[in-house]
């Protein structure tokens, strides 16, 4: 009785097999991607960012000037502006669609650990009451990423900058 009971269990499984090989195979459509923004986001690479800043650059590399309704080949240049309630980002494309240059600025942003270590340690008595995260970002330059940060201890303020390691800039 157990060995009919194993047949059949067996009987049963490479039946479940061989209707899954009889399967449809299904193409899909081809699709096409374009690098041609890889470099603004490999200079940009923000991993210690906030994730709205993140998206917003992602959709500022993908934006496809050719076929947006404000594209004429007479043009060299397009300014094309994304922004969230607390940023933007103003990207200067060319007749291609790669960007030239950005100026990016977004205000109190959740500081990276270096940062926030960096005024830990060089300032423990302050509280950080406003802070700006600023890119520029130039085709041949690469991006420049810097933290302008407002301190208060009491009634007196501090302006600071740091980089995004949290290195002070004087």
Same mark, same amino acid.
């Given at each position: 009785?157990?060995?009919?009971?194993?047949?059949?269990?067996?009987?049963?499984?490479?039946?479940?097999?061989?209707?899954?090989?009889?399967?449809?195979? *299904?193409?899909?459509?081809?699709?096409?991607? /374009?690098a041609r923004n890889y470099k603004y986001l490999k200079s940009v690479d923000n991993k210690g960012a906030a &994730?709205?800043?993140?998206?917003?650059?992602?959709?500022?590399?993908?934006?496809?000037?050719?076929? !947006? #309704?404000?594209?004429?080949?007479?043009?060299? *240049? %397009? !300014?094309?502006?994304?922004?969230?309630?607390?940023?933007?980002?103003?990207?200067?494309?060319?007749?291609?669609?790669?960007?030239?240059? *950005?100026?990016?600025?977004?205000?109190?942003?959740? /500081?990276?650990?270096?940062?926030?270590?960096?005024?830990?340690?060089? %300032?423990?008595?302050?509280?950080? !009451?406003?802070?700006?995260?600023?890119?520029?970002?130039?085709?041949? &330059?690469?991006?420049?990423?810097?933290?302008?940060?407002?301190? #208060?201890?009491? !009634?007196?303020?501090?302006?600071?900058? *740091?980089? #995004?390691?949290? #290195?002070?800039?004087?």
């Amino acid at each position: 009785m157990k060995q009919v009971k194993s047949l059949l269990i067996f009987g049963f499984f490479i039946a479940g097999i061989s209707i899954q090989s009889r399967a449809q195979v *299904t193409t899909l459509p081809e699709v096409t991607v /374009l690098a041609r923004n890889y470099k603004y986001l490999k200079s940009v690479d923000n991993k210690g960012a906030a &994730e709205p800043i993140k998206l917003l650059e992602r959709q500022a590399a993908a934006y496809d000037v050719k076929s !947006s #309704e404000y594209y004429d080949d007479e043009y060299d *240049t %397009y !300014s094309i502006r994304f922004h969230l309630p607390n940023g933007f980002i103003l990207a200067v494309y060319d007749q291609d669609g790669k960007i030239i240059r *950005t100026a990016e600025r977004f205000n109190d942003v959740a /500081l990276p650990f270096a940062i926030q270590n960096a005024i830990g340690q060089r %300032y423990p008595k302050w509280a950080i !009451s406003k802070d700006v995260y600023v890119v520029k970002y130039g085709n041949e &330059e690469g991006a420049k990423k810097e933290y302008k940060i407002v301190l #208060e201890n009491g !009634s007196k303020r501090l302006r600071i900058k *740091t980089n #995004e390691k949290g #290195e002070f800039i004087e």
